[in-house]
Structure formats: C-alpha cells, structure tokens
C-alpha cells in the first residue's frame, strides 16, 4: 500500500465511521445516554460505545470532539474503523452490512484518490460555476451537467453505506464511475419484438428514438439484424453486458432472441447514479438508465419491469399537471420517455430477467435550456469545489455576492412552492433529495428545479382523482398510498432531510451560521405556499399537510435499521426533532 492511498483509505475510514455512529445515534438502534462528553450507546451483552461530541445540529447530525472508544467490562478500545466498531458490536466477518461498509470505505477512497487526478488535470478557474460557464460559451459539445455530476466524491450523505459497490472492482471502478469522469459505450441489444414489453410517453419506441440520435447505430442494426421489423433494443451497461447478460442470459443468446450489435457502440458519460448515462458530447440527446445487477447503498440497481412502464405514465400524467398549473411553473418534470425491459417465456426466474435486461429513456435537462442558465445536479452543491477549498454551494454564495442566509431564500423559492403544491393539491409526493434535483441556474442565481427518477414517488390517489380519474399506475412498487403520513413522509426525509438538512448543515459547519436562521428561511417559504393554496382553494383537509410538516417531529428513513432488518421496499422512519418549531411553539396534534 502507497503511502497515498493509505492516506485515502484512512480520510475514508474516518468518515464512513462518523456517518456509521450518527446513524446509529439518530436512528435509536441501541439504548443511548447523553451526557456533557457526549453520547454513550449501551449494546447489550457487548459494552458501551462512546461517542465524544463537540456539536449537534438540529436535525441530529454530530461533529466528533475526539476519539471513538469501546468499552467491554474493564477494557476500553479505539475505534479507528467502521469495520472496527461492526466487529466490536457483533458482526460476523461473513455478515452482509459489514461487507457492504468494506465495499464503502474502498470505494470512497478510490473516489478521493480520483478526485485528487482529477483536479490536478483541469484548467485554472476562479470557481466551478465560471469554469463551466465558460466552456459552455466556446464549446457546443461541453455538458455543464456531466461536468458538475462527475465532481460528486461523497456519494449519499446520509448513509454509511454512501460508496458501496458490491460486484465492482477497483478497475471496473476506475473505468465506470462518475468520479473518474467515466465515459463507457453502451452496448444495443437487439431484442425480439415478442420477447419485449415497452411503454411510451408519446408512441415513439426506444429503437425510433436511439436511431435518430445515433444514426451509426441504425446502419449498423440493419447491416446485421437478419428480420429488422421483429427486434426492438436495449442499451445495455458494459459491466451488466460482461457480468450478467453473458452469463445468465445464455439460452436467449442461443436462439437468436438477444443478440449485441457490434457494429456501433452508445458513447456516454456517467452520472451521480452510476447506471444512468448522459450522452457523451451532447446536450441535446437524451439520458439512458440502464440496469447493472451491482449492490450500490443498500440496493440492487436494476430496472424492475414495474418502472419501464411507471416512468412513461407518470411522466405524462406530471406532464399534464405541471402545463396547466401556474403555481407549478418553477417545476419541470425530466420524463421518462420510453422504457423496455425483456420478456423471458419461462416463469422460473421470470422477475430475474425481466429487471437485468431492462432501460429507460429520460429527456436531457439541458436540451431547452436558456443560453445564460447553467443545470447542476443539487447534489454537487454541497461537494468540494476542484478549484477552492470551498463546497461549490460556497463558491455561488461569494460569487453572487450574498450570504447563506440569503442563498437558502432563493434557493427555497425555486425548489418548495412546486413540491409542496404537488404533494399538496395533487397527492404526489416527488422523492426530490439531493441527487434527484437537478436546479437551473441563472447567472450563478438558483431559478428552478428539474426532477427526475420516478421510480420513489408516493401518490394518494384520492387527491389526484379530483384532478385525473384514469392514471394507470403498476401498484407492485409500493407507489400508492392512502395515508396522508406516508405522503409526508417521502417528502420530509427527501427534502427536509436529504436536501435542506445537508445543505444547511454544511453551511452552518463551515460558516458558524445559526441554523435557526436558516431553517426560518424554508419555513417562511413554506407558510407563503400554503397561504397561496389556501386562496387556490385547496381543501382544509389537504391543507393540514403544513401543520404535520412545521409542528409535528421530522422523519427520517431509518436507513441503517432498515438494512439490518433486510428491509427495503417498506419504509421505517424515526421521528427527529422538528427544525422549523421556536420555543414558543407547541405542539399541535
């Protein structure tokens, strides 16, 4: 081992053991004491974990005063590791978890040792923003998007889990990861017509789409495509291509139901996701998810055949919506165009090969936009700028002149009024964290926001059938609900925790800003929205959402419990602190 990447490793070990503890602390896994050293989780039958503190913030977050110890009976031990602290509560070598945090802390410190090249590699700037602005200026090529995408290093800011790649190695790594400005070719797969099932937005099929947009492709399907007229496609990630479709898929290959087309390849470039691709050199095209049967956080990321035909019909029904509504104006939907996935005959395995040879067609967010905006996933907000010691969130903050405070007030504006009218009026709740946010900037100004993936939406059907009576939604996704609480709580853990929470936290580490501040802010946005729903006339039924929102505890997915339980389709929350409620406030049930 280098002496470089030991410095990766351990800066990696380091901080998926402070996201690990936090979890554990905020989610009430183990019975917890609180004193002024800090927090003192008692594992039964094992010991105490000590967690000293300097800090905690308003929605549980933690800044460490000094070393992690364990004590069991009379002997104390350091905890310098994630897989250290596992060890010491219990987990077996062989446990799952504990195969996932090895995967994570490798990985992040593959994604720091890449972020250090890469920096080292890019041309001066003063800060992101103008670097990217600039070359959008004088190259027609250039994707702003791509480029901020691949500046995410950090992976999901919550979860301890934030780089697990089980089934990736380092090469595969190096040669597929945003981090390392990826650019892998996609492979077609031709697909019979019988042995596929496809929705679409508007009639057009994937091969209609994939043709017009890359020309070679269709020369090349044609050239060797023995019946052109009984094959659709399906663009297939390198990695699944190599691992999984050659491997499993070996009777399909054999009777001429798949076969690759060799003469053309799809250049892309990787995005935050790591399966979906925007395409390389282009702004227009559109972005392809693809499924790569890889663990990455706590899930599987294929295409279930359930989303292939999801994204398409919620993708018009949000379509509709957001055309005929001016309070949703700030709002756009990126719509799943089209999505396919292979129809095996057999039954044995049938979910199996449905969801590995599977993709979805989404519309690219910088296709229409203005000449002086600039799409940046809401993600790289808070990850370090190549070009400073700042976050880039910093760096727009002192290029417009402002202040976190007033930032956080912009921003809010942009993002809040169309979700929370969505889930409000309309019974959709979108699952707009931070990396499903892509926020349209205007000269360096927050102006609106673009969502994508509808695979973690909730929809309570008895508010949009006030507005859309035949909505055909494939419910095997847990995407319906009647209860108000589930609504509120997709929305809460995706915007107040996994998007506001981690950008006022940053801000208010790095800054000494009073998160009270603010988190008044986006309070203040939120009482206006509902004020103006109020005069829309929404019902008072509906309109209760505000008083769950600002006076009733935050959720927050438990996502460390949810993983130690093997749960992963139903949702389990905890209740945090609410960071919108002043002393003077009560509770209102």
Not at 228 to 243: A, M, S
Not at 439 to 456: A, E, S, T
């Amino acid at each position: 081992m280098t002496i470089q990447h030991h410095e990766f490793k351990e800066n990696a070990e380091a901080k998926i053991l402070h996201l690990l503890v936090q979890a554990l602390i905020r989610e009430n896994i183990y019975k917890t004491e609180k004193d002024e050293l800090g927090y003192h989780l008692i594992i039964a039958d094992k010991g105490q974990l000590t967690v000293p503190i300097s800090h905690v913030y308003q929605l549980g977050h933690i800044d460490l005063a000094g070393d992690i110890t364990f004590r069991d009976g009379k002997k104390e031990h350091l905890i310098s590791s994630p897989v250290e602290l596992l060890e010491k509560i219990g987990f077996a070598t062989d446990d799952p978890f504990l195969k996932e945090i090895i995967s994570s802390v490798d990985h992040y410190a593959l994604a720091l040792e890449a972020a250090r090249k890469r920096t080292r590699e890019l041309d001066d700037a003063p800060d992101a923003y103008t670097y990217a602005e600039k070359r959008k200026r004088y190259e027609d090529m250039f994707s702003p998007l791509t480029f901020f995408e691949q500046w995410v290093i950090e992976g999901h800011t919550i979860h301890p889990c934030t780089r697990t790649r089980i089934g990736l190695s380092e090469e595969e790594g190096k040669a597929y990861a945003p981090e390392w400005g990826a650019r892998p070719e996609l492979i077609p797969v031709a697909v019979r017509s019988d042995a596929s099932r496809f929705t679409s937005l508007d009639g057009h099929t994937m091969k209609d789409i994939l043709f017009k947009e890359y020309p070679e492709l269709e020369k090349a399907f044609h050239a060797e495509c023995p019946d052109p007229e009984r094959y659709d496609l399906i663009p297939v990630h390198p990695w699944q291509w190599e691992h999984t479709i050659q491997k499993r898929y070996g009777d399909m290959l054999a009777d001429g139901r798949i076969f690759p087309i060799k003469g053309a390849k799809i250049k892309t470039a990787s995005l935050i996701s790591f399966r979906t691709m925007a395409p390389d050199q282009s702004r227009t095209r559109h972005h392809i998810k693809t499924a790569v049967n890889i663990q990455m956080t706590s899930a599987v990321r294929t295409v279930s055949a359930a989303s292939t035909h999801n994204g398409p019909v919620m993708s018009r029904l949000l379509e509709r919506i957001t055309s005929q509504d001016p309070a949703l104006g700030d709002v756009a939907i990126m719509k799943d165009v089209v999505g396919i996935h292979f129809e095996p005959d057999e039954d044995k395995d049938r979910n199996f090969y449905q969801k590995n040879l599977a993709s979805i067609l989404r519309e690219n967010p910088e296709a229409d936009l203005g000449k002086d905006e600039i799409a940046i996933p809401a993600a790289t907000l808070i990850a370090r700028s190549p070009f400073s010691d700042q976050l880039i969130m910093e760096e727009l903050i002192e290029r417009a002149g402002g202040t976190p405070q007033s930032f956080i007030k912009t921003y809010a504006e942009a993002v809040l009024p169309g979700l929370l009218t969505l889930m409000t009026k309309y019974g959709i709740s979108m699952e707009a964290h931070l990396q499903n946010s892509v926020v349209v900037f205007q000269k360096g100004v927050p102006k609106r926001v673009i969502l994508r993936d509808n695979g973690g939406i909730r929809v309570m059907e008895k508010r949009l059938h006030t507005f859309f009576r035949e909505v055909r939604i494939d419910p095997s996704t847990n995407v319906l609900t009647e209860e108000r609480q589930e609504l509120v709580d997709m929305f809460s853990h995706a915007l107040i925790h996994n998007h506001f929470g981690e950008m006022i936290v940053a801000l208010a580490r790095r800054n000494r800003v009073d998160e009270k501040v603010l988190w008044n802010q986006v309070k203040i946005v939120i009482q206006n929205t509902y004020e103006q729903l109020e005069k829309d006339g929404t019902p008072a039924e509906s309109l209760e959402d505000e008083n769950v929102l600002l006076f009733r505890p935050s959720r927050m997915k438990a996502l460390v419990k949810m993983r130690w339980s093997d749960q992963s389709i139903d949702n389990e929350y905890v209740d945090i602190d609410q960071p919108f409620q002043t002393e003077e406030e009560v509770f209102r049930p």
